[in-house]
Every structure is written in structure tokens, then in C-alpha cells.
């Protein structure tokens, strides 16, 4: 009898999808280091106008990392304090973090249960004279619902601010027939580029897009110490920089960017055909308005998930939950006055997701054996 030993499998496999990139990142590498242009250089000059002609954006702005991007954003705005900005509690924390760092409101609206994105109908109902922002995450690669959420914004006259540090490169199609790339939607858009992202550097790095002129050259200057000449602060700014090195990774990746999506929908496909018949688990929802770019891959469990992590985690196959916890249960920000069943789809969303190995690198053998450990514990 043949002992096979179970596959290598990690959440994210960057070595792997670093091989075929060695040669043009290691000679980018040395260019920088020969240059001494390591901030500011030429890699980071071409990284933003490839990343423009990409997104089709006017203007993007590189910056230290996503969480930057998010705060530069809501600065831009010249929001003041106690402006209400509404987001979703179902996030990452730096969503809502910044909201709280500027002295702004966070005020949260729960998520759809399919999408995990921002529920259309309870935004409609938080919007409120002191609304001044609305920031909407495309959770899990897939694009929210930004049609009816612009028309919400546009009714209301309030900028959004797209966080789209999960979904670079997933494309948002209109009932028009027109079509643009998450995060180009709305007035700002912010990623990061964290290395386990769709389109990671090897170290933080984040950007913001925007087509409006005049934010983009506030966005530069709060990005810049508030300076648009040298030595002569017009705002209180931040130092928030994209760094060459990360550049030169940044350009490889996003060269192929479209096909690492490609890979990362091949692997999701696959997932999707043993999980969808069988009822303990959700397989997650397309919305027809976008392509899922899949950061991850979110199946929705109803079982015994400590247990199946547990289980997956004995046979060598790494699991996440993203997120354990919505923001408004988090200690920091019970502040803002909400309580254990205020947002219902999200805290029963906490409880039940369950993210499996999501990247470039997976083949059938790995998928194979992640499917069938699982398809046993469950
Ligand atoms: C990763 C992430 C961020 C923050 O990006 P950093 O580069 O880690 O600061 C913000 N929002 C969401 C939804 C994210 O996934």
C-alpha cells in the first residue's frame, strides 16, 4: 500500500507564488538599492500610473498601508468632530478604528446575510442629518452593493469611501452595461497591499484611488505632512509613504493580478461543487453585479466549529475565522452605545463563518484533501 503523506497547505502560500517572480523582483531589488531612490523612486512612480491605467482612475496615491489610506480618506474629507460615519460592524477593525482615532462617530448598520457586505435597507434607515460618510467593505473579494449604496449616498449628498483592502481587481457592473474596478466607485477608494492580500507586498503598503482632482491633491498633501511645497505645512498631515522595494513587488504582482484572480476562482469553484449540496454548509453567495475576486473563501457552518477547526488543524490544514467578533461588541468601541443584539446578521455571521486556504498556489491534490478532511470532521 502506497503511504501517501498529506500535502503542504498553508492559508496563504507566498513562497510558492514568489518563484516565478524571482528573477524581475530580485533585479528590481538591486536597481533600488543601486539608485538609492528608496522612497519616492522611479518603481514607485511606475507602480502608480501602472496601477492607474489598471483601475482606469485618475489619480492614485500610494501610501504606508490600508489602515492609512482609510484614515487619509475620512482627513480628506474634512470631516469635524462628532460627524457620523456609517459603516458595517462585520470588518476588519481598522474600518472603524480610524472613524474613532479622527473623533468622528461610528455609527453601524448590519450586513446582508448572503453577501456578508452592507445591508442596503438598514443604511437607508441610519442615514441622518450628521451623516457626513458612508463606508462600505468588500468583504471577502465581493464588491458591495454600491449601486443602491450610491444612490442612498447621492440622495443624501454624502461622500463614500469604498474599503477595498479585500477586493483589488473585482469588477463592479452597472445596469447600464457600463462597468468599473472596486474602489474606482465611489469618491475615495483605499486598499492595502499587507502581503496576504490579493495584490501583496512583501512588507505594509496601501494606496487610494479617486477620479476627483481636488481630493487627490488633498490626499497627497495630508499624505505628505499636510506639504505641498517642502517645508510648508497647508494641513495637519501624516507620514504615510509607499516604499520602492515594495513598489518593484507590487509592479511584478500586478502584471498578473487578473490571473492570480483567475486561480483564486478556480479554487473557489472547486470548493463550491463539494460544499453546495451538503447541509450543514452555505457555499458563498455571487452577487450578479461583480465578479467575487475571493481573498477568501467563507463557507457558512452550521456545526460545531471549534471542532472542525480542531479537526482540520490535527490533519495539518490551516483555518480562519474573519471575524470572531463585530466591532460593536469590541471593548474599544462600546463607546458608541450598542449592545449584544443590535446587529443580529452579524453576530450570528461571527459564529458560523469559516475561511479555508485561499490563494494562487493551491492544486487539485490540496483541494482534494482539504475537501475530504473536512467533509469528515463535518
Ligand atoms: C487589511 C484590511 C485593512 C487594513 O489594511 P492594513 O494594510 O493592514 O493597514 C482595512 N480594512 C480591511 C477590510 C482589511 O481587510
Known amino acids: 500500500m502506497k503511504i501517501s503523506t498529506p500535502p503542504q497547505i498553508q492559508m496563504v502560500d507566498l513562497k510558492s507564488q514568489y518563484l516565478p517572480l524571482q528573477d524581475e523582483i530580485e533585479s528590481g531589488i538591486k536597481e533600488v538599492i543601486a539608485s538609492g531612490a528608496f522612497i519616492n523612486g522611479p518603481a514607485v512612480k511606475s507602480f502608480t500610473s501602472n496601477l492607474e491605467e489598471y483601475l482606469q482612475v485618475i489619480n492614485v496615491i500610494p501610501c504606508a498601508n490600508g489602515t492609512d489610506a482609510l484614515q487619509i480618506a475620512l482627513m480628506a474629507l474634512g470631516l469635524k468632530e462628532g460627524d457620523e460615519v456609517i459603516t458595517v460592524p462585520f470588518t476588519f477593525v481598522a474600518t472603524a478604528e480610524v472613524i474613532a482615532l479622527l473623533k468622528l462617530k461610528v455609527v453601524f448598520v448590519d450586513i446582508d446575510p448572503d453577501t456578508y457586505n452592507m445591508d442596503v435597507d438598514a443604511l437607508k434607515k441610519a442615514v441622518s442629518p450628521n451623516t457626513k460618510c458612508i463606508i462600505p467593505v468588500h468583504l471577502y473579494g465581493q464588491i458591495a452593493d454600491m449601486e443602491n449604496i450610491c ?6 449628498n454624502i461622500p463614500i469611501i469604498e474599503d477595498n483592502a479585500q477586493a483589488l481587481g473585482a469588477d463592479y457592473y452597472f445596469k447600464n452595461g457600463t462597468q468599473k474596478k472596486s474602489g474606482t466607485i465611489g469618491d475615495i477608494g483605499c486598499t492595502s497591499f499587507y502581503p496576504s492580500k490579493n495584490l501583496g507586498a512583501y512588507g505594509d503598503a496601501g494606496a487610494l484611488f479617486t477620479n476627483n482632482d481636488e481630493l ?4 497627497r498633501c495630508i499624505a505628505n ?4 511645497i517642502k517645508y510648508q505645512s497647508d494641513l495637519i498631515g501624516v507620514n504615510s509613504r509607499l516604499d520602492s522595494f515594495q513598489a518593484v513587488v507590487l509592479n511584478a504582482k500586478l502584471k498578473r493580478l487578473d490571473a492570480y484572480s483567475t486561480k483564486r476562482k478556480a479554487a473557489a469553484d472547486f470548493y463550491d461543487k463539494i460544499f453546495k449540496d451538503h447541509p450543514k454548509f452555505k457555499i458563498p453567495f455571487r452577487s450578479e453585479f461583480c465578479n467575487h475576486v475571493f481573498h477568501q473563501y467563507t463557507l457558512n457552518y452550521e456545526g460545531d466549529r471549534d471542532n472542525l ?9 490551516p483555518s480562519m475565522v474573519y471575524y470572531p467578533y463585530p466591532l460593536h461588541l469590541h471593548k474599544a468601541y462600546s463607546y458608541f452605545g450598542n449592545k449584544v443584539g443590535d446587529f443580529p446578521i452579524s453576530e450570528a455571521m461571527a459564529k458560523k463563518v469559516i475561511s479555508l486556504p485561499m490563494h494562487t ?3 487539485e491534490e490540496q483541494l482534494n484533501f482539504i475537501c475530504e478532511t473536512v467533509i469528515n470532521i463535518a
Request: proline fraction near 0%.
Open 151 to 156: 444612490a442612498i449616498a447621492k440622495e443624501n
Open 216 to 219: 487627490a491633491d488633498k490626499i
Open 225 to 228: 505632512h499636510g506639504q505641498r
Open 361 to 363: 498556489e493551491l492544486d
Open 309 to 317: 477547526r480542531e479537526g482540520l488543524s490535527e490533519a495539518g490544514i
